[in-house]
C-alpha cells in the first residue's frame, strides 16, 4: 500500500497539473471507487462539476483536492484513498480508457483529464465537509512527521503511555499518521531499534531519533519518487518510484546489513513481515509482539 511518501508524490503531482482548474463533469465508472460517498455516483458528479480545484492537501496516506467556488473560498473537498493500487493519472482528453478506470474528471480548459485508476478497487473518492482544512472523515487522524504542526513532545508521552511494541506503535494512525510496513522497518533500522521494543522503555532521546529517522527515510523516499515493487504504484505521469534501491532493511531477508554485514532477519508480524539486523537491532528480552 502507498505510504507517506508515495501519496506526497501523487499529491505534488496534481498540484501541478490540476489546481486552479475548473471541473465540467466527473464521471463514476465503478460504484465501489466511491462506496463511502454514501449519497452516490449522481451526487459525487454534482458536488464536482463547476467547482475550482484549490492546492491539494495530504496527511498521512491521504489526500485532498480543496473545492472552491467563484470567490475561492472551499467548504469541501474530493478525499482520496489509494488503497493498494490506486492511481490518480493525469491524461490527454480524447485519450483510451485504461482497463480499469473508475473516475474521470474533465475541465473546462479542454486539458488533461484527472483518472482514478484501481485494479484492487480496494481505493475510494468521495466528497466529505471540511473541518478546519481537514476533511471530516479523517479528522481523527494524527498529524503526520512531516507536518508543521506534528508535535514530537505529544507523540512521545502518547508512545510511552500505550505500552505495546514500537513497530504496532508506528503503524497506529492515531498515533502517528503515513508511516506503513516499509518506511517503519527501514526507520527502526536507522534507529537501531527491534521492531518488539516496548514502548514505555524508550528515552524522550531515543523517540526524538526515531522521529528523526522516520522524517529522514521519507524524505530520501520523496527524493527518488518513492517505492515501487511493482507497476501498481505511479506518479500521476505514469512513472515508477525507485526508493526500493536504497532499501536498507525491508525486502533484504539474508542479505548482508549495510552497516555491520550481518544477515537481515525476517520475522512474522501481523500477516506482514518485519526485516531487522540481529546485531544492530537486538531482540529485547521483554519483548512486546
Known sequence: MPELPEVEVV????????????????EVFHPRAIR??????????GRLAGRVIAE?????KYMWLPLADEAG????????????????????????????????LTFDDGGGDLRFVDQRTFGHLMVAPLVDGVPAPISHIAADPLEPGFDEALFAAKLKA???????????????????????????????????????????PKVAELVQAVREVMTEALGQGGTSFD????????ESGYFDRSL????????????CGTPI???AFMNRSSYTCPKCQPRPRNGRF
Open 11 to 26: 499529491r505534488r503531482g496534481v498540484e501541478k497539473h490540476v489546481a486552479g482548474r475548473t471541473v465540467a463533469a466527473a
Open 36 to 45: 463511502r460517498h454514501v449519497a452516490g455516483a449522481e451526487d459525487f458528479a
Open 56 to 60: 491539494p492537501r495530504r496527511r498521512g
Open 73 to 104: 473560498n472551499a467548504d469541501e473537498a474530493m478525499l482520496a484513498h489509494l488503497g493498494m493500487s490506486g492511481q490518480l493519472l493525469v491524461m490527454a482528453p480524447g485519450s483510451p480508457a485504461e482497463k480499469h478506470l473508475r473516475v474521470r
Open 162 to 204: 500505550r505500552r505495546t511494541g514500537i513497530k504496532r506503535a508506528l503503524l497506529d494512525q492515531s498515533l502517528i499518521s503515513g508511516v506503513g510496513n516499509i518506511y517503519a522497518d527501514e526507520a527502526l533500522w536507522r534507529a537501531r531499534l527491534h521492531w518488539a521494543r516496548p514502548t514505555e522503555t524508550l528515552t524522550r
Open 231 to 238: 507497476s501498481l504504484y505511479v506518479n500521476v505521469n505514469g
Open 248 to 259: 536498507a532493511a525491508y525486502g533484504r531477508r539474508d542479505e548482508p546489513c549495510p552497516r
Open 265 to 267: 532477519r525476517r520475522d
